[in-house]
C-alpha cells in the first residue's frame, strides 16, 4: 500500500511562493502518474497539476498556469507543486494523488481530469493566502 505525504503546506500572503512536496514512505514515485488536487472551502475536488509516469509530461489547470509548476526530482522519489503569485482563491486543501498506471499518452492529464481515477490519496496539507 503505498502511502503519501504530503508537506510544505502553511500561511502565506497574497503574491507570496510556496512549495508542497509529496513523498512515499521507501518507494519511489518515478513509476506513478501523481498530480496535486486542490478542494477549496464549499467547492469540489479539482486537479491542479500532475505528472505522467512514463514521460513526464504535465498538465496545469489554466487558472493556475503560468504560477504552478509541477516537477519531479532528480532521483524522482518527490513530486513537487511550487506556487507563486498566489491568491486567495488558491485557498484549500491540497492533495497529493497517484496511479499506477504507466501505458498511454496524456496520463497527467487523464489523472487531473479524472478520466482515471488516482489508487492513492495524501492526507491533504492546508495552503492559506491571506494578509
Known amino acids: 500500500q503505498l502511502q503519501l505525504v504530503e508537506s510544505g503546506g502553511g500561511l502565506v500572503q497574497p503574491g507570496g511562493s510556496l512549495t508542497l512536496s509529496c513523498a512515499a514512505s521507501?518507494?519511489?514515485?518515478?513509476?506513478?502518474?501523481v498530480g496535486w488536487f486542490r478542494q477549496a472551502p464549499g467547492k469540489a475536488r479539482e486537479g491542479i497539476a500532475c505528472?505522467?509516469?512514463?514521460?513526464?509530461?504535465?498538465f496545469i489547470l489554466d487558472s493556475v498556469k503560468g504560477r504552478f509548476f509541477i516537477s519531479r526530482d532528480n532521483d524522482k522519489i518527490t513530486v513537487a507543486l511550487q506556487m507563486e503569485s498566489l491568491k486567495p482563491e488558491d485557498t484549500g486543501v491540497y492533495y497529493c494523488?497517484?496511479?499506477?498506471?504507466?501505458?498511454?499518452?496524456?496520463?497527467?492529464?487523464?489523472?487531473?481530469?479524472?478520466?482515471?481515477?488516482?489508487?492513492?490519496w495524501g492526507q491533504g496539507t492546508q495552503v492559506t493566502v491571506s494578509s
Open positions: 521507501g518507494v519511489t514515485l518515478g513509476y506513478y502518474v
Open positions: 505528472i505522467s509516469s512514463n514521460d513526464d509530461t504535465t
Open positions: 494523488a497517484a496511479s499506477r498506471k504507466h501505458y498511454g499518452s496524456l496520463l497527467g492529464t487523464s489523472l487531473c481530469l479524472r478520466a482515471i481515477e488516482p489508487d492513492y
